[in-house]
């Protein structure tokens, strides 16, 4: 929160120490990584937990729904090949080292004190942290909303940048190592918001830091083409008409932005429209 002391500023070293040191202290030998500076390991614990979620998420999310559900979710014809999936994996992983920069900046402002989180729900109490919660998560909604949407009103920026994931726009080519597919500046740039709200509001470290990596989760989920019509959860069958009209569905978690600023498009209606032609 504003003003932190010094003995505020310790928990969160503290904090971000204890995560260092069991992601590293578990995959590798201690002389290898003990001797980095703090911020450097970071990066690197990082590193290796972006690249876990995502691997293992998508592995297991793609075994379950291609192979021991084949034809109940997606139809064999619309299943991508694992060329087209060890691609998407290529863009992801060149990708990852840039991406893991942000949540190990955004750990560093927090160490340093310049954003408003605090260390323990304590601090403020369970009603107040939910509060803040959903506040953070509003302000997430409305940022990657808008700046997904600019990545497509702003054509430089889709040309040079967006392009890179919206190679991937049918079913059969859409899976859920997509989720995290972009050029690095992308992935990057739709992540900020996550940063900005620690500045705007009262924000749970270790809660920002989960959500950062359930991205990859997210994300693997909103690309495997099956619509789950969970409303008001933005699935994928919200977003894959977005790879297919470009125009549509630019929301994250839930399609109220859509809906406030007119680019919403329900994915039965379409089916419905499909029907009449």
């Known amino acids: 929160?504003?003003?932190?002391?010094?003995?505020?500023?310790?928990?969160?070293?503290?904090?971000?120490?204890?995560?260092?040191?069991?992601?590293?202290?578990?995959?590798?030998?201690?002389?290898?990584?003990?001797?980095?500076?703090?911020?450097?390991?970071?990066?690197?614990?990082?590193?290796?937990?972006?690249?876990?979620?995502?691997?293992?998420?998508?592995?297991?999310?793609?075994?379950?729904?291609?192979?021991?559900?084949?034809?109940?979710?997606?139809?064999?014809?619309?299943?991508?090949?694992?060329?087209?999936?060890?691609?998407?994996?290529?863009?992801?992983?060149?990708?990852?080292?840039?991406?893991?920069?942000?949540?190990?900046?955004?750990?560093?402002?927090?160490?340093?004190?310049?954003?408003?989180?605090?260390?323990?729900?304590?601090?403020?109490?369970?009603?107040?942290?939910?509060?803040?919660?959903?506040?953070?998560?509003?302000?997430?909604?409305?940022?990657?909303?808008?700046?997904?949407?600019?990545?497509?009103?702003?054509k430089p920026l889709y040309k040079y940048l967006h392009a890179t994931h919206h190679i991937y726009n049918k079913q059969n080519t859409l899976s859920p190592f997509a989720g995290l597919a972009f050029h690095p500046l992308d992935g990057i740039l739709q992540a900020v918001p996550h940063v900005i709200a620690l500045f705007l509001v009262p924000t749970h470290l270790t809660s920002h830091i989960a959500l950062l990596f359930l991205e990859a989760i997210w994300t693997a989920n909103i690309h495997d083409c099956i619509h789950a019509k969970a409303w008001p959860v933005m699935g994928a069958g919200y977003h894959t008409i977005h790879h297919t009209t470009y125009r549509h569905n630019y929301g994250h978690y839930t399609i109220w932005m859509d809906w406030m600023f007119g680019t919403l498009r329900d994915p039965q209606a379409q089916v419905d429209e499909s029907k009449v032609m």
């Open 1 to 154: 929160m504003d003003g932190n002391g010094g003995a505020d500023l310790q928990l969160f070293m503290d904090e971000t120490t204890f995560y260092n040191r069991i992601v590293l202290g578990s995959l590798l030998p201690t002389k290898l990584w003990d001797p980095l500076p703090h911020f450097v390991q970071t990066w690197v614990r990082n590193y290796i937990g972006g690249t876990l979620v995502y691997l293992l998420s998508g592995f297991l999310w793609c075994f379950y729904i291609y192979y021991l559900k084949r034809n109940v979710f997606v139809p064999k014809d619309a299943i991508p090949s694992n060329k087209a999936m060890l691609l998407q994996i290529y863009v992801a992983m060149k990708a990852m080292p840039w991406y893991c920069a942000l949540p190990t900046l955004s750990e560093y402002m927090v160490e340093n004190g310049w954003t408003r989180c605090f260390s323990r729900i304590s601090d403020v109490g369970w009603p107040a942290y939910f509060v803040y919660l959903a506040i953070y998560l509003v302000i997430v909604e409305f940022g990657i909303y808008w700046m997904h949407r600019e990545l497509h009103d702003i």
